[in-house]
């Protein structure tokens, strides 16, 4: 798909000339560190915006995004010259624009639910998405020390929000762009040793091309196009990771991609490629049938093809490569140009419902609309309207339920900063304790020893956490309920360490739906040993997780112990 460029897009609609026109005008003075204009982050922001297929109104703010926060323009002047719409989607874009990830590695999920719940529209998410991909690819003009910081924001936090919207070659791209600069020294190793098998995998795969194109041909097949997909270096050091650094194991270092018309034409299509070359027994994945979560959809098969070489195919219809590629924004783009056809339903998978929660809401936009007005409507975002996000001054995400004060969110905290407070501060001024915070709130608890809780909390206190703990100490409980019932588990890990270990331990505690909350690391042995405490106290779980984190070979031993 051709990017379309700004002067195309200033010739189709009034509203993109006139933001243009604006944002060229009020960053005039602005420059990047890269030296180039200011005005050109807007443009190129606005142009992937363009070419990931989103409306007018998505491209106009996309050319504003920065104007309300780095220039004396102001958010109301905008409403007046531009519209409600417009200006609610820059005030989002400004509002995500404030969140920073710290480095604190159990917060990352609930910073990517709070940028989701700040966003209210999936709009916003996708043209932070084109903001932040173009400061990737300019990140190299900035300081060290910030560089690191905002690549790890972009792997840990954008990336996977992009994945999880579908827009798998996005999320790569900010992977990919984010990894030399967290991984140096493995980025410099994988140069060295990948590039040629690269270059050599490509040379293949371009004689294999024509030899599929004939078989598919000659049985009526219409294809849309073959090519191949080099695999990206951040996933490629992970797989690396599993497989003793050999790049020989690796048989999706250069995949095939065959694109055809129909669904009916992807299975025809993976019967004339087995019948070509067998399969490799295991490797066939149906991801059309059970699409992955993020509602990806492809057939992968694993062959041994010309010269009894393992090569990876994927087929797909056009449709789904486009879903694959933007996710989420592709199905915008179709709805702009059906406007009244509807899209064929995915079918249900098997995973934890909890976690996919929103996910299955995401997927309840493919559902038949009347008109793009109506499909507008669908992409406000509402699965997080029960639950809220605020910050720790330290910067810490806490989730708290909707309706949650200032004393929800201290026992939250801790159960000695919730019995000792005595006030709080609410984005700086001091705020009643039964006031009702809100997401992006950034909340200071103020404490005296030797407090104890008032029972008129109880009226307007939201969670059981708080409730708890505040009849507890009215009744001289607190040490009980503190110190001898367990509330913790502590896993307790013996390792050989080597770089993106801890990761790799997070990532498996994380995917098994875990909340981590205290991680610490003994270095001063022969095998450094790492102790993880996690919220929840049941043994079939934890044994359940440790199985899990067993097949990582650099785990010596690991065992738990309630707290």
């Known amino acids: 798909m051709r990017a379309p460029k700004i002067d195309e897009l200033i010739k189709t609609s009034d509203v993109i000339k006139r933001a243009y026109a604006l944002s060229k005008k009020l960053h005039e003075s602005q420059k ?210 599993r497989y003793d650094m050999d790049v020989d194991k690796i048989y999706d270092l250069v995949a095939l991609r065959i694109i055809v018309k129909s669904i009916e034409d992807c299975y025809a299509a993976l019967g004339i490629v087995h019948n070509l070359w067998p399969p490799l027994p295991n490797r066939i994945k149906d991801y059309i049938a059970l699409p992955k979560p993020n509602g990806y959809r492809s057939i992968h098969t694993t062959v041994f093809c010309v010269d009894n070489r393992i090569t990876e195919v994927q087929i797909r219809t056009q449709e789904m490569h486009d879903e694959a590629e933007i996710g989420i924004a592709a199905h915008w783009a179709y709805e702009q140009a059906k406007q009244s056809k509807a899209y064929l339903e995915k079918k249900a998978i098997s995973a934890d419902k909890k976690e996919l929660q929103w996910v299955q809401q995401l997927r309840n936009w493919q559902k038949e609309f009347n008109t793009p007005e109506e499909f507008i409507e669908s992409l406000k975002i509402d699965f997080f309207k029960d639950r ?114 801890l990761k790799d331990i997070t990532d498996i505690i994380a995917r098994s739906h875990v909340n981590m909350t205290a991680i610490n690391t003994i270095t001063n042995a022969r095998y450094p040993i790492i102790r993880i405490r996690c919220d929840f106290v049941n043994k079939d779980k934890t044994e359940k997780l440790i199985v899990k984190l067993k097949k990582l070979k650099e785990i010596k031993e690991i065992s738990f112990v309630l707290v």
């Open 32 to 241: 990047r560190k890269t030296g180039e204009p200011y005005f050109n982050h807007a443009v190129a922001t606005a142009e992937n915006i363009a070419e990931w297929g989103l409306d007018e109104a998505s491209i106009a703010a996309g050319l504003l995004h920065d104007t309300v926060e780095d220039t004396d323009y102001s958010l109301d002047q905008l409403r007046k010259d531009f519209g409600d719409e417009i200006a609610f989607l820059v005030d989002g874009v400004t509002k995500i624009g404030k969140i920073r990830y710290r480095g604190v590695e159990r917060q990352v999920e609930n910073l990517r639910k709070m940028i989701l719940a700040l966003s209210q529209d999936i709009r916003v998410v996708i043209i932070k998405l084109a903001d932040r991909l173009h400061n990737m690819q300019t990140l190299g003009a900035l300081p060290p020390q910030k560089q690191k910081r905002i690549a790890l924001e972009t792997m840990e936090i954008y990336s996977p929000i992009a994945y999880r919207l579908g827009m798998q070659r996005i999320s790569g791209e900010l992977e990919d762009l984010a990894f030399p600069f967290i991984y140096p020294q493995e980025y410099r190793w994988l140069l060295s040793h990948v590039k040629e098998k690269y270059e050599e995998r490509e040379k293949y795969t371009d004689k294999v091309k024509p030899v599929i194109m004939e078989a598919l041909r000659k049985a009526g097949i219409e294809v849309i196009s073959i090519d191949s997909r080099a695999k990206r270096y951040s996933s490629l050091y992970k797989k690396l990771l």
């Open 388 to 501: 809220i996000f605020v910050i720790t001054p330290q910067g810490e995400v806490i989730d708290l339920p909707a309706g949650a004060t200032p004393i929800d969110f201290a026992y939250q905290i801790h159960t000695d900063v919730g019995n000792a407070c005595t006030g709080a501060k609410v984005n700086g001024k001091i705020s009643a304790l039964d006031h009702k915070l809100h997401s992006g709130d950034i909340v200071e608890v103020m404490t005296q020893k030797n407090k104890k809780p008032s029972e008129s909390w109880l009226e307007f206190v939201k969670t059981a956490n708080a409730r708890n703990h505040i009849k507890a100490a009215l009744k001289g409980k607190a040490a009980r309920l503190d110190k001898t019932e367990p509330k913790e588990t502590e896993l307790r890990v013996i390792i050989e360490d080597r770089p993106g270990l």
